[in-house]
């Protein structure tokens, strides 16, 4: 009989490993603390909650992240397939509706005929196989069995949380609709344009609101770049935002034909457009503040928050020390980790690295030896960010193109037919890879 596998965490990196275990045969049992055991960041007990963005950022293959979206269909995801069926209007983005989403891929796995969730806390770590994906908000008490294993703290970050507002609370008479230069449906977003005095009174106010204090112990932790809050990007300088989440670039007003100083974007939430993010607006601002801030903008004026904005740690291992290009634990080969809490950024890159951790661990079950994951691939980019940073200056990292090695054909130099060219060489190298593991791709399932 096949050993069963335990799959600690019900995150994207969780159910996506789960899925793919039982899509090759091999039972597993995912625990899920919540709802009895909750985190500062959750608020519900759904299997594959986000709690950050609804946006799993681009779906231009043609940019990383976009291509690992492809390179995971390739290989049956579930998150993708379930994000495709709660998609919202973004323009070139994949955002979906949280909890459609989350319904879909909490049906999916909890169906499935070999997966069984457990609803409960694992404070320590299974002695047979499993993938531990509990992400960055991983239990004191699990992560004090990771440390006693791994001889060292894990690392952390903090993360921020943007708001989101009523719809029937903004004055749409005041905001316009477009998508930035025209993409996808062309009108996908609300978008809030500020003059420039309008612009300087936000920034300012944004400097002087109360912030969320930070404990001593936290003082030395950094922030991740790729999800500043807003106030802390104003205080780098007047100009931050205007080249950051307020750029106004591609985005003309159609009612006066001008690029406005400065936007806010609001991107939809929900399938009812009942809720809208405000793009790139994570924030450490108290409750207060942000009510008060956050109404300078135009039409935002009488602005009901559906969720404000919060802060939380997060924590990470460091990698290079610890995880080979397969994912494992060195010092305990059975042991596999996948999503943030390897060092990855992001709910695709997340999830990918839950697809590939479980497809290892399902050939392993078999006896079988397969290649790693290719370099010219997103999937072996992130393995390459994982395992071949120098310790000391390993930090998270999403997706990108720069951690993508040795192309298996010339590409060409022009620069557009040089993109298209790397993305077919890319899937086409996935898929060959893929085919070393001696069951079918998942079948496409719609949630």
Known sequence: MTAVVDVIGGGLAGCEAAWQLACAGVPVRLFEMR?????????????????????????NPENAVGLLKREMEAMGSLIVAAARAAALPAGDALAVDRDLFAAGVQDAVAS?????????????????????????????????????????GSLSFFDAIAPVVAADSLEMGRLYRASRYGKGGG????????????????????????????KEFEREIPYFEGCLPIEVMAERGVDTLRYGPM????????????????????????LAAAHWNLVGFQTRMTFGAQQQVFRLIPGLE?????????????????????????????????????GQLTGVEGYVESAATGLAAALYVAAEMRGLEVPTLPAWTAHGGLVRHLTERPPHRFQPANAS?????????????????????????????????????????????SA
């Open 247 to 270: 750029k106004p670039v591609g985005l003309p007003d159609p009612r006066t034909g001008r690029i406005p100083y400065a936007v806010v974007q609001l991107r939809q939430d929900d």
């Open 302 to 338: 009488h602005a009901r928050f559906a969720r404000l904005g919060t802060i939380h740690r997060n924590t990470f291992i460091c990698a290079p020390r610890h995880l080979d290009v397969q994912l494992r634990v060195k010092v305990r080969p059975s042991l596999r980790l996948a």
């Open 187 to 214: 009108d996908d977003y609300l978008n809030a344009p500020l003059g420039h005095g309008e612009y300087l009174a936000f920034v300012q106010a944004l400097r002087a609101a109360e912030k969320v204090p930070t």
């Open 112 to 152: 499935h005929p070999l997966v069984t969730v457990v609803r409960e806390e694992v404070r320590e770590l299974p002695a047979g196989p499993a993938i531990v994906a509990t992400g960055p908000l991983t239990s004191e008490a699990l992560q004090s069995s990771l440390t006693a294993l791994l001889g060292e």
């Open 35 to 59: 709802p009895s055991t909750t985190t500062p960041a959750h608020r519900t007990g759904n299997l594959a909650e986000l709690v950050c963005s609804n946006s799993l950022r681009s779906d």
């Open 401 to 445: 193109w720069g951690l993508m090695v040795d192309p298996p054909a010339e590409l060409p130099r022009e620069k557009s037919a040089r993109r298209k060219a790397a993305v077919t060489a890319a899937l086409g190298t996935i898929r060959s890879w893929r085919e070393a593991f001696p069951w079918p791709v998942p079948a496409p399932r």
